[in-house]
């Protein structure tokens, strides 16, 4: 046979698309020829395919070997095809049955010595084959991600003579088993009585949890910004199985592949804040996902705020408000999802300290905010002080410091269904059209938080922040409308806004 076809699948971003290695032997000068916009990796394939052939004991076609990835148009890039083609050739030259290949698609790459080594991005790859009805064939090594899809059939692969072996049913090879997740595989939560004192940082985090708002917490050095950040995802409820797989998808294309245990775990990304755009947002000449990608479904905490460039945190915002990111470049155009919670901290002003204690001027204070764009802090729906403890409070830690993790996540569970059992989203996410239809507020409530917005020269945007924390904060009270109280209260969750009013008045 002098033809022969091998499916296998490329990796674009959070799709996988249908490859057809097609090999074609024909007379001529000995040479391989890779066709279909390969890359260097790709086109270096021709070496580790006729080395691993010849080192397991095939034989390797001294004819013209034309090895065409279909369709054409699309770059590939890797050494995921090495064992489509390698297969392609013993199909062609008869060393390998056609029959064996039907109905499978084989990813790996192949070493000299014909051991599979594992790729990136098998998960969505194993989708898209589960939805096709195909068997898969998988490198042994890296396989376990694939444990977490169920009802996937998937054969593990250690080397090509044992594939070839198993194909030709000489010996059996083993299949992927699905890994149920057990609740007693969730790594141990940190618990939120172990931050001292701090009630109102505590209320913003189940105010937060409760609505999926976006947290800034503003305070002097070592006062428990970080610990309180740390224990938000303990708030959250796990990941329904759906977007755990979306969540896993993405951290496969990233290379970072989760496991079973940490399946329906929110992801929590806290990236430093030397972090580039391109590290936070996505990118490179295939883009990869970024940390807000790495973050759906989850948290995305960034310390120290003001110490990120300007224009990394600018390109936040769009994500913020759709959901996702689109990168394009000449090669590709990828969507990546971006749902995620951004919580972030920071100091007051460049020497950690206001009042008195402050060795900072109020100028420099400004230059040092100026660092925040109104924009961006705009996408905040609270900001809150955690400021340091009054004299006393340390000498009571021995004592409890109010609730726990379990009493807080049981509130904000119940808070969370309130609002979906009404509208059928969180509340940070309700339009400007909704909250006038589904969020149930009170007209007098409206007027007052439209005073309070002309009072402190907020935008628009703040304004339906505003309402839609007002609404969090009633559910959290078990209360069926909105009130002039609840919008009062989300009023106080606006420390950013008194500071910049402060600075104004000196």
């Known amino acids: 046979m002098a033809l022969a076809q091998v499916f296998t699948r490329a990796e674009l971003g959070m799709d996988a698309p249908l490859i057809r290695v097609e090999v074609h032997i024909s007379g001529g000068l000995p040479s391989v020829t890779l066709v279909g ?6 086109r270096e394939s021709r070496e580790r395919v006729r080395a691993a052939l010849n080192s397991c004991g095939f034989q390797f076609p001294a004819r013209r070997v034309t090895v065409n990835l279909a369709p054409a148009e699309l770059p590939k890039q890797g050494g995921r095809f090495d064992l489509a083609i390698a297969l392609g050739i013993l199909c062609a030259t008869d060393q390998l049955p056609e029959s064996c290949i039907k109905n499978r698609e084989f990813f790996g790459e192949l070493s000299l010595s014909g051991e599979i080594r594992p790729c990136s991005g098998l998960l969505p790859a194993a989708l898209a084959a589960k939805a096709q009805g195909r068997q898969m064939v998988v490198p042994t090594q890296g396989s376990a991600e694939l444990s977490l899809v169920p009802e996937l059939d998937a054969l593990k692969a250690p080397s090509l003579p044992q594939l070839v072996a198993a194909l030709t049913g000489q010996a ?8 149920p997740f057990r609740p007693d595989t969730l790594p141990q ?3 939120l009585s172990e931050v001292i004192g701090q009630q109102q940082g505590k209320l913003a985090l189940m105010i937060a949890a409760s609505g999926g708002h976006n947290l800034l917490l503003m305070g002097p050095p070592g006062t428990g910004k970080t610990m309180l950040a740390s224990r938000l995802c303990d708030l959250l409820p796990p990941l329904p199985v759906e977007p755990a797989l979306e969540v896993a998808a993405i951290h496969s294309v990233a290379g970072l592949p989760r496991t079973p245990a940490q399946l329906l775990q929110r992801p929590f990304r806290a990236p430093h804040h030397s972090s580039s755009a391109a590290s936070l947002v996505g990118g490179g000449s295939l883009p990869k996902p970024g940390e807000i990608s790495l973050a759906h479904h989850g948290v995305l905490f960034l310390d120290e705020l003001p110490e990120f460039p300007r224009t990394v945190l600018d390109s936040l915002r769009e994500p913020l408000e759709s959901g996702e990111v689109v990168i394009s470049r000449a090669a590709a155009k990828l969507r990546y999802p971006a749902q995620f919670q951004l919580v972030a901290a920071m100091n007051p002003s460049p020497c950690g300290e206001t009042g008195p204690q402050s060795r900072s001027t109020p100028e420099q204070i ?3 905010l100026g660092r925040l764009s109104g924009p961006f802090l705009d996408r905040f729906d609270l900001t809150v ?3 340091r403890l009054p004299p006393g409070e340390l ?3 021995h004592q409890p410091q109010g609730l726990t993790t379990t009493q807080a996540r049981d509130q904000v ?3 969370r269904e309130r609002a979906l059992s009404r509208q059928g989203i969180l509340n940070a996410r309700l339009s400007p059209s909704a909250l006038g239809t ?3 507020i009170e007209q007098d409530a409206a007027a007052f938080a439209e005073q309070g917005l002309n009072r402190l020269g907020l935008s628009v945007r703040a304004f339906h922040r505003i309402l839609r924390v007002s609404r969090t904060l009633a559910d959290l009270q078990q209360q069926e409308r909105v009130t002039r109280s609840h919008v009062a209260k989300a009023f106080g969750f606006r420390a950013m806004d008194k500071l910049m009013a402060q600075l104004r008045l000196e």
């Open 438 to 440: 589904e969020a149930k």
């Open 366 to 368: 400004r230059r040092y």
């Open 37 to 42: 916009l390969p890359e260097a990796s790709v």
């Open 413 to 415: 569970l119940a808070a």
């Open 395 to 397: 000498t009571r830690q």
């Open 385 to 387: 002080e955690v400021a």
């Open 189 to 191: 939560c940190k618990d």
């Open 172 to 179: 059996p090879l083993d299949s992927i088993q699905p890994d």
